[in-house]
């Protein structure tokens, strides 16, 4: 409802057009639910400023005010000394109509909303005090049927995905509307569809906000703006945000990635490593010298890791410097450049630079040729910690990837301290999740005997609202170490891949399938979700076996 040529029913009661009794029946059905467009803010507003402290009130949303009568509505039922106490104030007499909590909620809600500025803040229920568990697309809809102009639009959308921890926001044009997706625990989810007449200006108010070329509709575009968001008691976080446009059939369409400035990483403890490999991993940062490499297609959670790691060797001893593409998130007590291919900073470029910045550790974000390759292992042969990252599916097809970019196999074999390979599970959803006994069917797809399976352990989420009925929240990661020790360092230089298979059989090398079978075991997540993000190859390679 359009509420600027519509009269509200207090305006259509005032103007005498209808009668009171016509006035309620509109504003609260039979059941208590109270069309919240038919409200006039004026008439809050005229009862709200008689208490400036709302905390002594019971909960109370105006409705009408009429021949010297507030007809307020109330989800509980409301005390005659109450009723004398909220009189006397208002110096008029006081009508209390139930309405239902869900109304009252959603009114309270889009009462203490501010359209124009971000927050992360979490909806409390004003008649419980607990966590509102959100349904967002509902939510999002009434708050964005508040919102005044396209830029409050853009901003609601992108508080509601703070919110709900959505790492991108999808604006996508259809013949229905605009619609809205996030993306939460890397799954992208439906939220709304604008409609069709202000899909348009939403993009347009978007690239505005972004500083982008508002007259140029048919060539993709990028930018990054930056913004302050609410979150809890905190106010003024900063958040980076990568705004891209692409056009497509029906218009443009716009992804904005959202970075939180203020560290989102974990601690080392929570990115997902099993007690053994964290060990063994926080072991090769701690030395002075060797190459980390991490690898896992984009999205794999590498990012997270790597700078997770940057951060805990970051202090005040060391030097460490980085060459990415691009600079992601920044980090306290870190060096970090970028690569730009057009003004000649390429990745070897930039490490070159880096090594005569009498550097410790260095990060380089990619290897992807021989000289990089080359300098980086030399580097990391000659008293500096490299970490970088591969695309290779595990961790043991990185030797013979950095084989074929070409370094020196000697060069490799000495300095490699170990590949880290990783996947994003998503994790049962503590607040639904149920025991499940696991069938011979699962056994078999993760190659285990009944005894390994500790079947008491086993859980499933059932689905509730906050985990948007998928039964799962929140992500962590199933990793894969290979280490390399004195033999392996043999195998590298001259063996074979067979070779290198076979003594990782024998040395209890933590696979991904070992790592996945912990992790079902112990009802942190299920075998469908490790079956969808692992390489087939992953279960299937049984010739490295449980130790
Ligand atoms: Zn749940």
Partial sequence: MNSTSTLSVWQQLKNREITCEEALRWLVDEEGTVTLSLLDVEVSYRFLREFPDRSTLPPLLPLLLWQNCFYLGCPVPVSLDTIRRLSDRTFTNIKIIPVTDKSYTTWYRTQNIDANRLSSQPFINPLTGEHEQENISEITRELLA????????IKTIISGALRNRASDIHLEPTTDGLRIRYRIDGILRDITLLPPEISRRAIVALKVMADMDIAESRRPQDARIGDKYTSGS???????????????????????????????FAGMDELGFSDRTLTIYKGWLKQPQGMIIFTGPTGSGKTSTLYTSLQTVATEYVNVV????????????????????????????GLRAILRQDPDIIMLGEIRDHETAETAFRAALTGH????????????SAIPRLKDIGPDPGLISDALLGIVAQRLVRKVCPHCAVPYTPTEFDLKLLG????????????????????????????EAIIELLDVDDTLRQIIYEGTMTQMYRYLAESGFES??????????????TIQEVLRVLPHSAMSRRSVNLS
């Fill in 385 to 396: 910690l490299v970490l970088t990252t591969l695309h290779t599916n595990d961790a043991a």
């Fill in 512 to 525: 991904f399938r070992m790592a996945a079978i912990a992790k079902v075991t112990h009802g942190i997540t």
């Fill in 234 to 264: 905190e106010s003024d976080l900063g958040l980076d945000m990568r705004v891209s446009t692409l056009p497509c059939v029906g218009g443009e369409k716009a992804v904005i990635r959202l970075l939180p400035r203020e560290n989102p």
């Fill in 146 to 153: 508040k919102a005044v102009d396209q830029i409050g639009r």
């Fill in 322 to 349: 980085t060459v990415e593409d691009p600079v992601e998130y920044i980090l306290p007590r870190i060096t970090q450049t970028q690569v730009h291919e057009l003004a000649g900073m390429t990745f070897a470029a």
């Fill in 448 to 475: 285990i005997h009944p005894d390994q399976a500790k079947p008491e352990e086993w859980r499933v989420g059932k689905g509730c609202a906050r985990c948007f009925h998928s039964g799962y929240s929140g992500r």
